[in-house]
Protein backbone atom coordinates (compact mmCIF):
# COMPACT_ATOMS: atom_id res chain seq x y z
CA UNK A 1 0.00 0.00 0.00
CA UNK A 2 1.12 3.84 -1.02
CA UNK A 3 0.63 6.68 1.33
CA UNK A 4 0.95 10.11 1.23
CA UNK A 5 -0.45 12.94 2.75
CA UNK A 6 -0.48 16.79 1.99
CA UNK A 7 -1.41 20.18 4.31
CA UNK A 8 -4.10 22.19 4.14
CA UNK A 9 -3.57 26.14 3.84
CA UNK A 10 -4.62 29.97 4.93
CA UNK A 11 -3.92 32.58 2.50
CA UNK A 12 -3.06 35.77 4.84
CA UNK A 13 -2.90 38.08 2.02
CA UNK A 14 -3.67 37.92 -2.03
CA UNK A 15 -6.30 35.52 -3.00
CA UNK A 16 -7.63 35.47 -6.50
CA UNK A 17 -4.92 38.53 -7.19
CA UNK A 18 -2.83 36.03 -7.08
CA UNK A 19 -4.04 34.06 -9.92
CA UNK A 20 -3.36 37.32 -12.02
CA UNK A 21 0.48 37.56 -10.86
CA UNK A 22 0.27 39.69 -7.86
CA UNK A 23 2.22 37.93 -4.83
CA UNK A 24 0.22 36.36 -2.04
CA UNK A 25 1.49 35.05 1.37
CA UNK A 26 0.05 31.72 2.45
CA UNK A 27 0.55 29.49 5.63
CA UNK A 28 0.25 25.77 5.29
CA UNK A 29 -2.25 24.50 8.78
CA UNK A 30 -0.91 21.92 11.04
CA UNK A 31 -3.76 19.95 9.74
CA UNK A 32 -3.58 17.71 6.88
CA UNK A 33 -5.12 15.32 4.50
CA UNK A 34 -4.14 11.56 4.34
CA UNK A 35 -4.24 8.91 1.30
CA UNK A 36 -4.16 5.63 0.72
CA UNK A 37 -3.86 3.71 -2.41
CA UNK A 38 -3.41 0.17 -3.24
CA UNK A 39 -3.07 -1.38 -6.95
CA UNK A 40 -6.71 -3.48 -7.17
CA UNK A 41 -8.04 -6.17 -10.29
CA UNK A 42 -10.00 -3.09 -11.90
CA UNK A 43 -11.17 0.47 -12.31
CA UNK A 44 -10.65 3.51 -9.68
CA UNK A 45 -12.74 3.37 -6.44
CA UNK A 46 -12.68 6.31 -4.22
CA UNK A 47 -13.42 6.27 0.08
CA UNK A 48 -13.83 9.71 1.09
CA UNK A 49 -13.91 9.63 4.95
CA UNK A 50 -12.54 13.28 5.35
CA UNK A 51 -14.44 15.19 8.07
CA UNK A 52 -16.40 18.03 6.54
CA UNK A 53 -19.17 20.64 5.91
CA UNK A 54 -22.02 18.54 4.32
CA UNK A 55 -22.11 18.16 0.79
CA UNK A 56 -18.21 18.88 0.64
CA UNK A 57 -17.51 15.57 -0.96
CA UNK A 58 -20.61 14.93 -2.91
CA UNK A 59 -20.44 18.31 -4.43
CA UNK A 60 -16.74 17.68 -5.66
CA UNK A 61 -17.59 14.25 -6.62
CA UNK A 62 -17.35 15.39 -10.59
CA UNK A 63 -14.31 17.63 -9.98
CA UNK A 64 -12.36 14.68 -7.92
CA UNK A 65 -12.61 12.45 -10.64
CA UNK A 66 -11.65 14.82 -12.97
CA UNK A 67 -8.60 15.69 -11.18
CA UNK A 68 -7.20 11.82 -10.76
CA UNK A 69 -7.68 11.57 -14.49
CA UNK A 70 -5.03 14.70 -15.11
CA UNK A 71 -3.03 13.56 -12.62
CA UNK A 72 -2.89 10.17 -13.58
CA UNK A 73 -2.03 11.74 -17.16
CA UNK A 74 0.95 14.22 -15.62
CA UNK A 75 2.60 11.20 -14.04
CA UNK A 76 2.36 9.59 -17.62
CA UNK A 77 -0.18 6.63 -16.28
CA UNK A 78 -2.86 5.39 -17.98
CA UNK A 79 -6.20 6.57 -16.76
CA UNK A 80 -6.82 3.25 -16.47
CA UNK A 81 -5.13 2.07 -13.83
CA UNK A 82 -7.02 0.23 -11.32
CA UNK A 83 -6.36 1.27 -7.90
CA UNK A 84 -8.41 1.85 -4.51
CA UNK A 85 -7.96 5.36 -3.08
CA UNK A 86 -8.81 5.90 0.72
CA UNK A 87 -8.61 9.92 1.92
CA UNK A 88 -8.84 10.69 5.43
CA UNK A 89 -6.57 12.85 7.56
CA UNK A 90 -7.64 15.67 9.62
CA UNK A 91 -8.22 18.68 7.86
CA UNK A 92 -11.75 19.54 7.31
CA UNK A 93 -13.54 19.35 4.24
CA UNK A 94 -14.19 23.14 4.59
CA UNK A 95 -14.39 24.95 1.25
CA UNK A 96 -11.18 28.16 0.95
CA UNK A 97 -8.79 25.63 3.21
CA UNK A 98 -7.08 24.16 0.15
CA UNK A 99 -8.55 20.54 0.96
CA UNK A 100 -8.48 19.72 -2.95
CA UNK A 101 -4.94 20.93 -3.14
CA UNK A 102 -4.08 18.92 -0.07
CA UNK A 103 -5.60 15.82 -0.91
CA UNK A 104 -4.14 16.06 -4.91
CA UNK A 105 -0.82 16.17 -3.16
CA UNK A 106 -1.83 13.42 -1.07
CA UNK A 107 -2.88 11.15 -3.19
CA UNK A 108 -0.03 11.82 -5.69
CA UNK A 109 2.34 11.31 -3.27
CA UNK A 110 0.52 7.62 -2.39
CA UNK A 111 0.42 6.35 -6.21
CA UNK A 112 3.87 7.46 -6.12
CA UNK A 113 4.82 5.29 -3.55
CA UNK A 114 2.64 2.10 -4.64
CA UNK A 115 3.65 2.09 -7.56
CA UNK A 116 7.38 2.95 -7.04
CA UNK A 117 8.05 6.23 -9.19
CA UNK A 118 10.37 8.35 -7.63
CA UNK A 119 9.29 11.77 -7.31
CA UNK A 120 10.96 15.22 -5.88
CA UNK A 121 8.51 17.30 -3.86
CA UNK A 122 9.14 19.60 -6.94
CA UNK A 123 7.21 17.01 -9.50
CA UNK A 124 4.41 15.87 -7.04
CA UNK A 125 3.54 19.62 -6.61
CA UNK A 126 3.11 19.78 -10.85
CA UNK A 127 1.38 17.05 -10.79
CA UNK A 128 -1.00 18.49 -7.47
CA UNK A 129 -0.96 21.84 -10.29
CA UNK A 130 -2.33 19.78 -12.90
CA UNK A 131 -4.91 18.15 -10.55
CA UNK A 132 -6.23 20.94 -9.25
CA UNK A 133 -7.38 22.70 -12.56
CA UNK A 134 -9.73 20.41 -12.32
CA UNK A 135 -11.34 22.09 -9.14
CA UNK A 136 -10.17 25.60 -10.05
CA UNK A 137 -10.15 26.10 -13.58
CA UNK A 138 -7.00 28.26 -13.73
CA UNK A 139 -5.37 27.88 -10.65
CA UNK A 140 -2.60 30.31 -9.44
CA UNK A 141 -0.50 27.14 -8.00
CA UNK A 142 -0.70 29.02 -4.36
CA UNK A 143 -2.51 26.04 -2.70
CA UNK A 144 -0.95 23.01 -4.13
CA UNK A 145 2.52 24.64 -3.24
CA UNK A 146 1.70 25.32 0.08
CA UNK A 147 -0.11 21.67 0.33
CA UNK A 148 3.00 19.83 -1.04
CA UNK A 149 5.73 22.01 1.45
CA UNK A 150 4.47 23.23 3.82
CA UNK A 151 5.63 26.64 6.15
CA UNK A 152 4.19 30.06 5.39
CA UNK A 153 5.36 31.35 2.36
CA UNK A 154 5.24 34.31 -0.13
CA UNK A 155 4.35 32.97 -3.16
CA UNK A 156 3.98 34.82 -7.09
CA UNK A 157 2.81 32.74 -9.89
CA UNK A 158 4.73 32.64 -13.31
CA UNK A 159 2.55 34.14 -15.77
CA UNK A 160 4.68 32.71 -18.89
CA UNK A 161 4.09 29.50 -17.74
CA UNK A 162 7.51 28.66 -16.08
CA UNK A 163 8.24 27.60 -12.47
CA UNK A 164 6.41 29.91 -9.64
CA UNK A 165 8.35 31.88 -7.51
CA UNK A 166 7.96 30.91 -3.62
CA UNK A 167 10.26 31.22 -0.65
CA UNK A 168 9.26 30.36 2.86
CA UNK A 169 8.83 33.54 5.23
CA UNK A 170 10.53 33.04 8.65
CA UNK A 171 8.91 34.01 12.05
CA UNK A 172 10.08 35.59 15.23
CA UNK A 173 7.13 32.40 16.54
CA UNK A 174 3.98 30.90 15.66
CA UNK A 175 0.69 32.82 16.18
CA UNK A 176 -2.66 31.54 16.46
CA UNK A 177 -5.15 32.40 13.92
CA UNK A 178 -8.38 30.66 13.79
CA UNK A 179 -10.67 29.77 10.86
CA UNK A 180 -14.10 29.78 10.60
CA UNK A 181 -16.06 27.69 7.83
CA UNK A 182 -19.41 29.64 7.08
CA UNK A 183 -20.83 26.14 6.35
CA UNK A 184 -21.23 26.97 2.47
CA UNK A 185 -19.59 25.10 0.06
CA UNK A 186 -18.23 27.12 -2.47
CA UNK A 187 -17.33 26.87 -6.28
CA UNK A 188 -13.76 28.48 -6.46
CA UNK A 189 -13.67 27.73 -10.35
CA UNK A 190 -16.93 29.93 -10.78
CA UNK A 191 -15.34 32.75 -8.21
CA UNK A 192 -12.37 32.84 -9.98
CA UNK A 193 -14.28 33.08 -13.27
CA UNK A 194 -16.03 35.61 -11.99
CA UNK A 195 -13.16 37.89 -11.02
CA UNK A 196 -11.53 37.11 -14.69
CA UNK A 197 -14.56 38.45 -16.35
CA UNK A 198 -15.15 41.52 -14.25
CA UNK A 199 -11.97 42.53 -14.38
CA UNK A 200 -12.12 42.34 -18.15
CA UNK A 201 -15.21 44.26 -18.29
CA UNK A 202 -14.04 47.03 -15.66
CA UNK A 203 -10.02 47.26 -15.34
CA UNK A 204 -10.62 51.27 -14.37
CA UNK A 205 -12.11 49.90 -11.57
CA UNK A 206 -10.26 46.64 -11.28
CA UNK A 207 -6.48 47.62 -11.91
CA UNK A 208 -5.93 50.11 -8.79
CA UNK A 209 -7.80 47.51 -7.06
CA UNK A 210 -4.92 45.27 -8.08
CA UNK A 211 -2.19 47.56 -7.54
CA UNK A 212 -3.70 48.09 -4.00
CA UNK A 213 -3.80 44.39 -3.19
CA UNK A 214 0.22 43.71 -4.45
CA UNK A 215 1.06 46.88 -1.98
CA UNK A 216 -0.64 44.56 1.15
CA UNK A 217 1.30 41.57 -0.02
CA UNK A 218 4.69 43.66 0.26
CA UNK A 219 3.74 45.30 3.44
CA UNK A 220 2.35 42.49 4.72
CA UNK A 221 5.53 40.22 4.24
CA UNK A 222 7.10 43.11 6.04
CA UNK A 223 5.25 43.23 8.80
CA UNK A 224 5.63 39.21 9.28
CA UNK A 225 9.28 39.51 9.53
CA UNK A 226 8.89 42.46 11.68
CA UNK A 227 6.71 40.51 13.81
CA UNK A 228 4.74 43.71 14.13
CA UNK A 229 1.35 41.92 14.63
CA UNK A 230 -1.22 44.74 14.90
CA UNK A 231 0.45 45.71 11.28
CA UNK A 232 -0.54 42.16 10.15
CA UNK A 233 -4.28 42.60 11.43
CA UNK A 234 -4.99 45.73 9.64
CA UNK A 235 -3.64 44.42 6.53
CA UNK A 236 -5.74 41.23 6.58
CA UNK A 237 -8.58 43.81 7.40
CA UNK A 238 -7.49 45.82 4.31
CA UNK A 239 -7.34 42.76 2.31
CA UNK A 240 -10.72 41.70 3.14
CA UNK A 241 -12.00 45.17 2.10
CA UNK A 242 -10.40 44.83 -1.52
CA UNK A 243 -11.91 41.65 -1.67
CA UNK A 244 -15.34 42.53 -1.14
CA UNK A 245 -14.48 45.02 -3.77
CA UNK A 246 -14.09 42.53 -6.19
CA UNK A 247 -17.15 40.67 -5.79
CA UNK A 248 -15.85 37.47 -3.65
CA UNK A 249 -17.00 38.42 -0.23
CA UNK A 250 -20.90 37.01 0.95
CA UNK A 251 -22.86 38.52 3.92
CA UNK A 252 -22.16 35.50 6.25
CA UNK A 253 -18.20 36.04 5.59
CA UNK A 254 -18.97 39.37 6.59
CA UNK A 255 -20.54 38.56 9.32
CA UNK A 256 -17.96 36.18 10.52
CA UNK A 257 -15.08 39.17 9.92
CA UNK A 258 -17.40 41.45 12.03
CA UNK A 259 -17.92 39.12 15.12
CA UNK A 260 -13.99 38.15 15.12
CA UNK A 261 -12.98 42.31 14.91
CA UNK A 262 -15.53 42.60 17.68
CA UNK A 263 -14.20 39.76 19.78
CA UNK A 264 -10.54 41.42 20.04
CA UNK A 265 -9.27 39.64 16.37
CA UNK A 266 -6.19 42.14 15.13
CA UNK A 267 -7.52 41.58 11.92
CA UNK A 268 -9.96 39.59 9.54
CA UNK A 269 -10.70 38.58 6.50
CA UNK A 270 -12.46 35.93 3.88
CA UNK A 271 -9.54 33.14 2.70
CA UNK A 272 -9.71 30.95 -0.32
CA UNK A 273 -12.11 31.77 -3.07
CA UNK A 274 -14.49 33.26 -1.03
CA UNK A 275 -18.46 33.17 -1.97
CA UNK A 276 -19.02 30.91 1.26
CA UNK A 277 -15.77 28.93 2.20
CA UNK A 278 -13.81 30.39 5.54
CA UNK A 279 -12.54 33.48 7.50
CA UNK A 280 -9.60 33.66 8.95
CA UNK A 281 -8.64 35.76 12.06
CA UNK A 282 -5.76 36.82 13.66
CA UNK A 283 -5.69 35.87 17.36
CA UNK A 284 -2.16 36.28 19.06
CA UNK A 285 -2.12 33.88 22.52
CA UNK A 286 -4.34 30.95 23.19
CA UNK A 287 -6.66 32.99 25.22
CA UNK A 288 -7.86 35.53 22.57
CA UNK A 289 -7.81 32.69 20.19
CA UNK A 290 -10.58 30.97 22.13
CA UNK A 291 -12.43 33.88 22.98
CA UNK A 292 -13.14 34.55 19.55
CA UNK A 293 -13.38 31.07 18.31
CA UNK A 294 -15.53 30.39 21.22
CA UNK A 295 -17.60 33.35 20.35
CA UNK A 296 -18.19 31.89 16.54
CA UNK A 297 -19.02 28.69 17.34
CA UNK A 298 -21.47 29.85 19.87
CA UNK A 299 -23.62 30.82 16.98
CA UNK A 300 -23.09 27.39 15.49
CA UNK A 301 -20.42 27.76 13.10
CA UNK A 302 -17.37 25.34 13.08
CA UNK A 303 -13.92 26.76 13.93
CA UNK A 304 -9.79 25.59 13.44
CA UNK A 305 -7.70 26.90 15.90
CA UNK A 306 -4.44 26.57 14.02
CA UNK A 307 -0.95 28.69 14.15
CA UNK A 308 0.79 30.34 11.11
CA UNK A 309 4.20 29.95 10.98
CA UNK A 310 5.45 26.40 12.59
CA UNK A 311 8.59 25.67 11.03
CA UNK A 312 8.39 22.26 11.10
CA UNK A 313 4.77 20.65 10.64
O1 LIG B 1 -10.98 28.21 -2.12
P1 LIG B 1 -9.66 27.55 -2.20
O2 LIG B 1 -9.16 26.98 -0.93
O3 LIG B 1 -9.58 26.58 -3.34
O4 LIG B 1 -8.59 28.73 -2.55
C1 LIG B 1 -8.63 29.38 -3.80
C2 LIG B 1 -7.60 30.47 -3.90
C3 LIG B 1 -7.75 31.35 -5.15
O5 LIG B 1 -6.77 32.38 -5.05
C4 LIG B 1 -9.12 32.01 -5.21
C5 LIG B 1 -7.54 30.58 -6.43
C6 LIG B 1 -6.10 30.21 -6.71
O6 LIG B 1 -5.90 29.30 -7.52
O7 LIG B 1 -5.18 30.85 -6.20
Known amino acids: MGKGSGYGKVILFGEHFVVHGVPGIVSATDAATDAEVKKTASGITIKDERKGSKGYAEEKKLQQIESIERMLKSMNMSTDTAMSIWLGGNLPGFSGLGASAASSVAIARAIAQEFNLKFSDERINEIAYEA ?40 QKPVEIIIASTGIVANTKAMVEGVAQRKKANPQKYDPLFKQAEAVAVTGRKALLDFDLKKVGELMNENHRLLQEIGVSCKELDHLVEVARNQGALGAKLTGGGGGGCMTALTPGKELQDKVASAIEKEGFQVLRTKIGVQKL
Open 132 to 171: EKAYAGNPSGIDNTAATFGGLLWFKKNMTGGPDTFEKISI
